[in-house]
């Protein structure tokens, strides 16, 4: 599975990479920029995109629905520690393929993604 990591924590990007690739996932590309993000998009084509909520550019509701509106298909993994159900209502409403609450290990990482990119 090719995936778009956009988070705003250089670390965090690298985690998620570091346990995406060791599990024979290709990661396309990471970014914190909302630009950045859809240019990514539209040039790798990812089948997920993991996406967290907080970052001081763009917030993760606004990512998710540009990701959306450049592609309706798109499928998106929320990654957060804010698990509020309303938040998470909101977050499917606007098109979220999935919640994957923070901290999480790898095989919740694995299992979040099989399912987010199978919808």
């Given at each position: ?27 396309a ?26 970052m ?64």
């Amino acid at each position: 599975m090719k995936v778009l990591i956009i988070d705003d924590s250089p670390i965090a990007r690298n985690m998620l990479s570091d346990m995406l690739a060791v599990t024979g996932n290709e990661v396309a590309g990471e970014t914190d920029d909302l630009d950045q993000a859809l240019a990514l998009y539209k040039s790798t084509k990812p089948d997920l995109v993991t996406l967290d909520l907080s970052m001081p550019k763009a917030d993760g509701m606004t990512v998710l629905k540009a990701l959306r509106a450049l592609d309706p298909k798109a499928r998106v993994l929320i990654i957060s520690a804010n698990a509020q159900d309303n938040l998470k209502q909101d977050l499917t409403a606007a098109g979220a393929a999935g919640f994957l609450g923070k901290p999480f290990s790898i095989a919740e990482l694995l299992g979040a993604a099989q399912k987010a990119s199978a919808k």
